[in-house]
């Protein structure tokens, strides 16, 4: 079963230096998502991406972090300068088309730690 | 008002009993609506969507109240396996992000 892979799984980094999270989506899917937790909180929402472009973002997607999708296969979330409150499990999502009801298939998540 | 809330637990459930749990959402607009579980620290895995006339899939049964803007899960027969966190979650009406809620604790022991 094709599923969405992350990597690093856990990415540990000193305030200020920026991080760069991978992410393969599902092959034939077209839309692209990053969501976060931060510990014992809820997941949410950061950005959405279609057809190269973002399509949507939160009020936490701000100047700070970006995302491309730098060749056919990977999608990136960067984060420029990390701050200490960015400590939190990232989740890559994708999912085929953008109807409310379809499903958006998550990736095992990357545990990011700031210092 | 959050968006979406749920009641976090922990239910402490027999194992073969039967657990049920709702949540509630504030936007009228919401399209969408599922059921996802997520196991500790793993990623949020879809367990069912939930449809206006109700639905279920094996053990587990899905109730949407539209007009009291509620959604239900019912597990039956409770399984130690079923122990996870049951993440409520709707897609609005403007867009395609997933809202989640805080999610339900459930713990299922012998």
């Known amino acids: 079963e094709p599923e969405v892979t992350q990597t690093p799984s856990h990415q540990v980094t000193q305030m200020g230096q920026e991080v760069i999270l991978r992410c393969v989506p599902i092959?034939?899917?077209?839309?692209f998502y990053w969501y976060r937790q931060i510990l014992g909180q809820k997941v949410e929402f950061l950005v959405s991406?279609?057809?190269?472009?973002?399509?949507?973002k939160s009020e936490i997607f701000d100047d700070q972090f970006s995302v491309e999708r730098p060749d056919g296969s990977n999608f990136t979330l960067k984060i420029r300068s990390t701050k200490l409150e960015d400590s939190a499990m990232y989740f890559c999502?994708?999912?085929?088309?953008?109807?409310?009801?379809?499903?958006?298939?998550f990736g095992p998540g990357t545990r990011l730690t700031v210092l | 008002r959050k968006e979406v809330e749920q009641d976090p637990g922990p239910f402490n459930v027999p194992e073969g009993a039967t657990v049920a749990f709702n949540c509630t959402y504030s936007?009228?607009?919401?399209?969408?609506f599922f059921w996802y579980r997520q196991d500790c620290r793993k990623e949020p895995k879809l367990l069912m969507s939930?449809?206006?006339s109700g639905n279920e899939d094996g053990r587990f049964t899905a109730q949407l109240n539209r007009a009291s803007q509620y959604i239900s899960l019912l597990i039956r027969d409770s399984k130690l396996s079923d122990s996870a966190t049951y993440l409520c979650?709707?897609?609005?009406?403007?867009?395609?992000?997933?809202?989640f809620g805080g999610g339900t604790r459930v713990l299922v022991k012998p």
């Open positions: 999502a994708s999912s085929h088309q953008t109807r409310p009801a379809d499903t958006q298939y």
């Open positions: 092959s034939n899917h077209l839309y």
């Open positions: 991406f279609y057809n190269n472009e973002i399509s949507e």
């Open positions: 936007n009228s607009a919401s399209q969408s």
């Open positions: 939930v449809y206006s």
């Open positions: 979650v709707v897609t609005m009406a403007a867009g395609n992000k997933l809202t």
